[in-house]
């Protein structure tokens, strides 16, 4: 805003989001009454969708991450954007012919996802939009209960094994415990400090929650 006596008047309102720019702009130089007005962004055809995004001046790229809303997305590990509804987020602003350093937020997936990696470093063309999926997959989760057969729950910080893999899972306190990539039957195994214990479970995920809570299951000790 400038405003003089015997000189001219002067008004500018500027925005910008994540969508472009706009400005607003009024002026009276002597006596003579103008006004302009502009936007500035663009609008991008990729992978069957259209984004809206501030003026494109390098390369693009569009992050896919099926089914999974509103996960931020970091590049160079300045927040950028969000995913929308279908999964799809929009990077306007990429370097070209070298790797650029995209991760998302960990905290923002289901605790039923499973992801390899929560960086990649896509490399786009000048002035062209690469498409980077993100390595994620779907787990079978569920919680469960551990007791021992006198009735005692499995001591809290023993270390579950789900069907011999390298995933290790933690049993929390009363022999609560979270576990995932379970198949119709699984074999778990738990150590502690003093003892060693087996139990076998059976699950279905038809009609269960996200996480569902199976119930109570007797760890038959094992001898060291």
């Keep these: 805003l400038q405003a003089a006596v015997n000189g001219p008047q002067q008004a500018g309102v500027f925005a910008q989001n994540r969508y472009g720019q706009a400005r607003l702009e009024a002026a009276s130089p002597n006596e003579q009454h103008s006004a302009r007005a502009g936007i500035s962004g663009a609008i991008t055809h990729l992978d069957g969708q259209w984004f809206m ?11 896919r991450i099926p089914g999974l809303n509103n996960v931020r997305v970091y590049v160079d590990n300045q927040l950028a954007t969000r995913t929308n509804h279908d999964g799809y ?16 937020d960990q905290l923002d997936l289901p605790l039923d ?31 469960l209960t551990l007791t021992l057969s006198d009735g005692q729950a499995v001591p809290a910080g023993a270390l579950i094994t789900v069907n011999q893999t390298d995933t290790i899972f933690a049993v929390g306190r009363e022999g609560l415990a979270f576990i995932s990539g379970l198949e119709k039957v699984n074999h778990l195994d738990v150590v502690w400090r003093t003892g060693h214990c087996q139990a076998e479970l059976a699950f279905s995920s038809a009609g269960a929650s996200m996480i569902p809570h199976l119930g109570e299951f007797i760890c038959q000790e094992i001898e060291k």
Excluded at 53 to 63: A, Q, V
Aim: hydrophobic residues 40%.
């Design 53 to 63: 995004s501030p003026r494109i001046g390098s390369s693009y790229g569009l992050i």
């Design 89 to 104: 987020a929009f990077l306007p602003k990429l370097y070209p012919y070298v790797r650029n350093h995209v991760s998302v």
């Design 113 to 143: 996802i499973t992801i390899d990696s929560l960086t990649v470093q896509p490399v786009p063309a000048w002035r062209s939009g690469v498409v980077v999926d993100f390595p994620v997959r779907q787990q079978t989760s569920a919680t």
